[in-house]
């Protein structure tokens, strides 16, 4: 069981940054690959960055590419998003999510993969 809790969200202006943290509980974190989702109103929810277990591999969406990082770090038991050069369309509720244990270089952007997720946190992006 992995529960999973998101903070630093807020409104920014377009152009600014932000960083998403993600604190998550239970013994079995460091081995399961890590994701960032986000939903827009009205809009289906979508993949945004994920990180393998180990943290050698990660990937994300072709929308935030360059300008969002994500990173972990197992002995906290946490995983990051850093987001810059933010624009309006990247308003949107942010969710993090544990897939189910895979290989140590394992990352999916498949939302069927996750089984874990937190309660999600607002990024508002003024123009």
């Known amino acids: 069981q992995v529960q999973l809790v998101e903070s630093g969200g807020g409104l920014v202006q377009a152009g600014g940054s932000l960083r998403l943290s993600c604190a998550a509980s239970?013994?079995?974190?460091?081995?399961?690959?890590m994701g960032w989702f986000r939903q827009a109103p009205g809009k289906e929810r979508e993949f945004v960055a994920a990180i393998s277990w180990s943290g050698r591999v990660t990937d994300s969406a072709d929308s935030v590419k360059g300008r969002f990082t994500i990173s972990r770090d197992n002995a906290k038991n946490a995983v990051y998003l850093q987001m810059s050069s933010l624009n309006p369309e990247d308003t949107a509720v942010y969710y993090c999510a544990a897939a189910n244990s895979g290989g140590s270089n394992y990352v999916s952007r498949d939302i069927k993969q996750y089984n874990y997720w937190g309660q999600g946190t607002q990024v508002t992006v003024s123009s």
């Open positions: 239970g013994r079995t974190f460091s081995s399961r690959t």
